[in-house]
């Protein structure tokens, strides 16, 4: 096994001491030019590589950002996750990227991760609808950010989209459509986006003068492709089977329609469908998805702004004060919501 360079190594092939090599990496402006030169030659010739764990242990806290998702797997949290990470590169800081699989349990694990690792600050989609996760968490000292959340009982800094504004904006145009009899295919009812989406579509029933047993809800354990084929299934089997299908979030929809294909009921003449996030596969399926577009990017570097000002308001003399932000949906009609009534 090949031995790891350290710093007295550095320090001796650069013929300067251990202080000089640690003012090179650390203030580099405060070593002359010639032995600046002469101690970075070492360290690239010698692959010499810091320890961050040590430097960490030393300042007692890492150069690190965590995020904790609900699904990796969908591309809505990529995209958050672009944002976050590119709020977090501008000020010098990493991203650590974790994905609870909607799993209290797991949720609970990399909880207790990030606190042994030291992180500046904790991005985090909670799917533990107690809250015990967080209260947990939150005695260790250490700041975070709710995204696409906002969870019953916190305090914190959040950042989130109005799911009930947007649930009603796709019930609402099946309604304009003249769908009078629709599903709502809903994922695990304990998250709130598929309580409050609910709430949304029920609300833009209301609005046209329709009652609550106008939406039909499907709910299923998860929010991907395969629960969404499920769920596809279901519908088929309904003896009355309603005209359009609202899904919690675009990854249902596509496994909705990939039922429908399959069945030969054919999408938008047959069933409408709309979804939700407005993912890039959205556009890009065999019928191009309507769907309700969440600013994603935008959510993930709103998140990571404002925890980088709680994390440097630990150093202001004026306390942190906590934001909420919410931001609006938009509807994005495309061809699987245009069928003529």
Known sequence: ??????????????????????????????????????VLSAIDRLGYVRSESARQLRAGRSRIMGLLVLDMGNPFFVDVARGAERAARDTGLGVMVCNSAQSSSEEADYLSLFAEQRVRGVLLTPTDA????????RRNGIPFVLVDRVAEGTTECS???????????AVRHLVD?????????????????????RTGALNALAEAGLGPDCLRELPTERLDVAAGRDAGARLLGLAERPTAVFCANDLLALGVLQAMYAAGVGVPDDLAIVGYDDIEFAAAAAVPLTSVRQPAVTMGALAAELLLEEIEAETAPAPHEHRRVVLQPELVVRRSSLSAR
């Open 177 to 197: 459509a003249g769908h009078r009899s629709i599903a709502y295919v809903s994922g695990p009812p304990g998250l709130n986006q598929v309580r409050d989406r």
């Open 1 to 38: 096994m090949a031995q790891s360079v350290g710093i007295k190594d550095v320090a001796r092939a650069a013929g300067v001491s251990v202080g000089t090599v640690s003012n090179v990496i650390n203030r580099p402006d405060s070593v002359a030019s010639e032995t600046r030169a002469r």
């Open 130 to 137: 107690s809250g015990r996760n967080i209260e947990a968490f």
């Open 159 to 169: 950042v989130s989209v109005d799911d009930v504004a947007g649930g009603a904006l």
